[in-house]
Every structure is written in C-alpha cells, then in structure tokens.
C-alpha cells in the first residue's frame, strides 16, 4: 500500500478450460503487483481490518435513470469487454467466470424513503465485502420521491484500479457541454491522456523534462529517509491513544460516513488569488482549520485550545502518479498508480493566516520532483526485498503513526450526464472511504467543493459540526488581508521546486489534485 504500482499493466491473457464445462474457454491473466497485493490484503492480519472498496456516491438533480436500459446498457457496451471488469479474481490471477454480464447481481434498485435515507444506507453498504465470485463491481441505485435526490452508488474493489483510473474510464459515458469530459477536468497535463495534454508555445507538452533530483540531492535524500523517520502524532481526542496505535491500530468495526455542506469553488479562487496560492492549499488549510476548532469547542481538547502547543500531526496524502493511457481503449487502460506520502500540517497554528502560510510551506514539499522521487524510491526498493509480511506490517505501522489521510481528486469543471446515453443530470459526488485512520474525501466538481470524512465515532462524535466549520474556515480565510500573521517560523523543508519538472527516477511525479 505504501509503494508506487512500477508494473500497473496485468500480463498477457492466457486460454485454460474451465472445469465445469468441455470446451468453454476460460480467460486467465495475471494481476499486476499492486493489484494482486490489494487483493490478497495490504495489512497486517491482527487488524482484521475490512477489504480495500472504492465508492462512488452521486446524487442526480433530479430523478435516477433506468438500470437496465440506461446504465446496465453503457456498462456492458464500454467496461464489460475489460477483463478488469468481466473476470473475478483468483489468487492474483483474472479469471473469466461468467460468459455473460449478470445483470440481477451487479445492477440493483433499493427504494429510500428520504434524501437522509441514501447516507444511512451508504453508511451500512460502505462496510460490505463484494461477492468474489462474481466480477468485483456492483452499482446501486437509491431511489428516493421526489422532491428528494435519488442517487448511484457504485462499489469497485481496489484491485480493479485507482480513482484517476476510474474517471478516464469511466469519460466515454460521461455526457457534459462540449462533449468531451477529460478536457473539463483541471488536472496537470502529465497525468492526462497524451491527446488532451495542453501545449505550450514552443510546440511542447507543459510537462517539460528539464531539471532533476540531482539538483537538489538534499530532497532527495530527505524524501528517502522520510517513511523511515515518521513517529507517532501527538495524542489528541480526535486521534486514539498511542497505546492503541502501538505497534499498529485494530479496526473496531465503526466507521461514520458524515457529508460536509458545498463550498463554492468562486469563494475559493479568490482565496487562492488573494494569497497567490493554489487550490490545494487553500483546501488543505480551511481543512486544519476546521479539525483544529472540531477539536477545541466539540472534544474540548486543551492542546487544541491553546495557543503555545507544540503539536505533531499528519496526514498521509495520496499522489496520484502517470500512467499510460489509449483513448480507444481507456477502459483496458484502468491501473493503480499512486503513491502515498506523509506530511505534516499545522494544527497547532492559531491564526487563520498562519495556517494558510505554513499549509503553503508543507505541501511546498508535494511540489519537489526530488523529494517524490526519494519516498517512491525507498518504497519501491523495500517492496521489492522484503517478504509479504513485513510489508503489511510496515503499512499498518505507518499509517497508525498518522492522524489522517485525505484524497483530493478535481472531477469535471461543468456538469456531467450519466450515463450519457438516457441518464441524468448528476448534482452532487463523493469518494466513500471507511479506513483505519479518518478519511477526507475531496472532490471539485461543476464549481464546488464536496467533501466528506469517513472516521470513527468515538473520535468524531458529532462529524457534522466538522463540516459546518469546513465552510466557515473558508469564509474567515477570504476576510484575511494577505500579509504574515504567524509568530511561528514559515519554512519549507526544502526548496520549492517547480511542479512541472521532471526526475529521471520518477518521470512527472505529479500531484492527484489541483495544479
């Protein structure tokens, strides 16, 4: 879980027979390493923690299309040739199974009385293991009376790919203005299909080769020492006790799913303008913000409520890195390529301003070529020496050591269709995490922010006030005139580097969010 996906293409099919049957073919191909890893389980076994599930939660602006003549239609036309999607797995292998999509298992309807029904029921179904014996997808449609929302809620386990992934294949049944979904979404160009990377003046892609980790060998070194050097965050009552993540935390079997209300994204571009930032930092900041007040005023924690503290506190944040893609064939192309890489965030800041800055100066080290390519280099190398065992159990170590984890994916910038052919109008999405740390799920989409957080309510008892302070950090940051309102120091752990700089080691390590 720790380490980039180098060999993110699974091997060349072969033909087997199948035992239940003389002469029926049965399709065989190996799974990739990370994918056969996400299969087999990427923590340690005492964790006993649940299987590694992708959610998709979209609510439409008004009614949900027909299952079978809409999207059981588009599913079987685009994604069901995919072995990803058309084969179960089998002990890191895709095998074909089923000749024929079964509509019955991997379509369904559930109705729900009210709008509030469709979270309850995501909270429940977000706890739910797939059915192996069919191909590891399913999609739900929660159908709600008007005037309320009906929505999709769409379950894909890990090992089929990665939420970037997801969005390039999933664009063919996408219908928006323009008609063409991946060119309304605000990733760096790197990480897009080669056909819709933009160009620069000089005739060349804006992800230019030049430059490297060998000038700056000091990032370089620090990203490499960087998963060996992490210790436990400070004991806070938004995070367990130490002794409870010593070595490596249990899943005690409760996870919250809590949605914050939307934040334009006009409110946060003149955030990010006024302070000559970017959007990530803006959104990464109102998200410290808004834990640092959950923690004073809902769980009263007096380090949290003072102003002096010294505390530790980090959040893992999942880069999303290159991979290749075929636009006639993007559904083959579905893959996990990400990384995941510590940082530390300034919870302990007491001014509004003084987190934007020093949220500034963290994520200043997302930003350095050299530094990505050190934290992808030494996971690589211990992925690749080390026994399964030790590294499920230096995830599960690593990950307890922090307090966090946050997803930060842009969707489209206009609203899309779905499926595009007899669908509707989706209004609202949202990435559905249950995780053995709080998940934040963030997802830019049609000019706003939707966001949600997947925790533990023992730690968040009452997560709703944590989305209203969500709002409200964004507000008291646009009311802050640019200028230097922290007493602390403001300083990057290295040089600021530019992002569209490639490493030899690491070609275009860009980040999964906002340019």
């Known amino acids: 879980q720790m380490g980039t996906n180098s060999d993110s293409m699974d091997d060349v099919t072969q033909s087997l027979t199948a ?72 002990n890191g292998y ?193 998200l410290i913000g808004a834990l640092r007040r959950y923690g004073a005023e809902v769980c009263e924690d007096p380090l949290l409520q003072s102003e002096s503290a010294r505390i530790e506190f980090k959040s893992m ?41 020093r949220t500034i100066a963290a994520f200043a080290g997302m930003k350095s070529t050299a530094y990505i390519a050190g934290v992808a280099g030494m996971t690589d190398f211990v992925k690749g020496v080390a026994p399964t065992s030790v590294l499920r159990k230096t995830a599960s170590e690593t990950f307890s050591k922090h307090s966090l984890l946050v997803t930060n994916v842009p969707s489209t910038t206009v609203p899309i269709t779905f499926p595009k052919e007899g669908g509707e109008e989706i209004s609202e999405t949202h990435m559905v995490f249950p995780n053995i740390i709080p998940q934040v799920s963030i997802i830019t989409y049609n000019g706003f922010v939707n966001a949600n957080i997947v925790a533990d309510p023992e730690l968040f008892p009452k997560a709703e006030r944590l989305g209203e302070m969500f709002r409200k950090e964004f507000e008291a940051l646009d009311a802050c005139d640019p200028g230097v309102a922290s007493t602390r120091k403001v300083s990057a752990p290295f040089e600021r580097t530019s992002v569209t700089k490639a490493c030899p080691m690491l070609p275009n390590p860009y980040v999964h969010y906002h340019r």
């Open 19 to 90: 035992a239940d049957s003389s002469d029926a073919p049965l399709l065989r191909r190996q799974m990739s390493s990370m994918a056969a890893a996400f299969e087999a389980g990427t923590w340690d076994p005492e964790m006993k923690m649940l299987e590694p599930t992708v959610n998709l939660l979209a609510y439409y602006s008004r009614g949900a299309p027909s299952v079978d003549a809409a999207l059981a239609d588009a599913m079987e036309k685009f994604m069901w040739p995919s072995h990803r999607f058309s084969c179960c797995m089998d």
């Open 94 to 286: 895709w095998v074909s199974k089923h000749a024929k999509m079964e509509r019955s298992y991997h379509f369904r309807e559930v109705e729900v009385a009210s709008e509030g029904a469709i979270d309850e029921w995501v909270q429940a179904a977000m706890m739910q293991a797939l059915d192996k014996n069919y191909p590891v997808w399913r999609v739900t449609i929660l159908r709600a009376p008007a005037p309320n929302r009906s929505a999709l809620f769409w379950q894909l386990h890990h090992s089929i790919g990665d939420g970037l992934s997801m969005l390039f294949a999933f664009s063919p049944m996408m219908g928006c203005p323009g008609g063409d979904p991946l060119s309304k979404i605000p990733l760096p160009s790197a990480l897009l299909p080669p056909e819709r990377r933009k160009v620069t003046a000089g005739g060349g892609s804006s992800s230019s080769q030049a430059g490297g980790c060998c000038q700056t060998p000091c990032a370089f070194m620090k990203g490499m020492l960087a998963p060996a050097l992490v210790k436990h965050d400070t004991e806070l009552r938004i995070n367990p006790p130490i002794a409870q993540r010593n070595p490596f935390m249990r899943f005690n079997g409760q996870r919250n799913f809590t949605r914050f209300p939307k934040v334009s994204m006009s409110l946060i571009k003149s955030i990010k303008d006024k302070h000559e930032c970017s959007v990530n930092d803006v959104l990464m900041a109102g």
């Open 317 to 357: 944040i999942m880069l999303a890195l290159p991979r290749p893609v075929d636009m006639k064939n993007l559904a083959d192309c579905v893959t996990n390529k990400m990384l995941f890489v510590p940082c530390s965030l300034p919870i302990d800041e007491p001014t509004v301003l003084g987190r934007l800055h």
